[in-house]
T-cell receptor, first 112, second 114 residues
Framework: QKEVEQDPGPLSVPEGAIVSLNCTYSNSAFQYFMWYRQYSRKGPELLMYTYSSGNKEDGRFTAQVDKSSKYISLFIRDSQPSDSATYLCAMSPPQAGTALIFGKGTTLSVSS | SQTIHQWPATLVQPVGSPLSLECTVEGTSNPNLYWYRQAAGRGLQLLFYSVGIGQISSEVPQNLSASRPQDRQFILSSKKLLLSDSGFYLC?????????????FGPGTRLTVL
């Protein structure tokens, strides 16, 4: 079983739709969870950072962590064409200095 | 604020030629540094990481090597490139000792080996 599983998509939605992106993981030691957004031919940029279970909201973006199910989600409300990108989830064990574990990314396309 | 630079942005090299990619970070001291390769459909592959000058850990066996000659400089090298070395190479940094190890990525170098 891979440590982090992420559906690669592609996911196509119309402008204004609510988008749900998901990752599952197998290592219960993961405590820090991140979402990165990567535009085509660019480096990933940090979008959201969460610790432990619960929700975190930032504008149109909400990150959700369910540690009991080992499942994290990123919700995008009122999606825009500018949200078209690849979204990568990443996780870190509690020890400092440990490399992140990345999902393979989900490609999202928002049409106007 | 912190900034990470990578160069060149794109590179086309023949098989068997050498490689040198450079990454520098500004605005922070003693960061952790990372080299990743991203191939289509394969996600991010961690190649090397460094916790300090001269300290390099390799994650996968390959014909690539890394060096950290200065605190904020990380270099990826190869003596002879293979076709399979083509990909998008990303450098990243993180704050040393920070829990969660949030990483910040550079703009990347797109390498094509012909």
């Amino acid at each position: 079983q891979k440590e982090v599983e992420q559906d690669p998509g592609p996911l196509s939605v119309p402008e204004g739709a609510i988008v749900s992106l998901n990752c599952t993981y197998s290592n219960s030691a993961f405590q820090y969870f991140m979402w990165y957004r990567q535009y085509s031919r660019k480096g990933p940029e940090l979008l959201m950072y969460t610790y432990s279970s619960g929700n975190k909201e930032d504008g149109r973006f909400t990150a959700q962590v369910d540690k009991s199910s080992k499942y994290i989600s990123l919700f995008i409300r009122d999606s825009q064409p500018s949200d078209s990108a690849t979204y990568l989830c990443a996780m870190s064990p509690p020890q400092a200095g440990t490399a992140l574990i990345f999902g393979k990314g989900t490609t999202l396309s928002v049409s106007s | 604020s912190q900034t990470i630079h990578q160069w060149p942005a794109t590179l086309v090299q023949p098989v068997g030629s050498p490689l040198s990619l450079e990454c520098t970070v500004e605005g922070t001291s003693n960061p952790n540094l990372y080299w990743y390769r991203q191939a289509a459909g394969r996600g991010l592959q961690l190649l090397f990481y460094s916790v300090g000058i001269g300290q390099i850990s390799s994650e996968v066996p390959q014909n690539l090597s890394a060096s950290r000659p200065q605190d904020r400089q990380f270099i990826l090298s190869s003596k002879k490139l293979l076709l399979s070395d083509s990909g998008f190479y990303l450098c990243a940094w993180s704050v040393k000792g920070a829990l969660g190890d949030t990483q910040y990525f550079g703009p990347g170098t797109r390498l094509t080996v012909l």
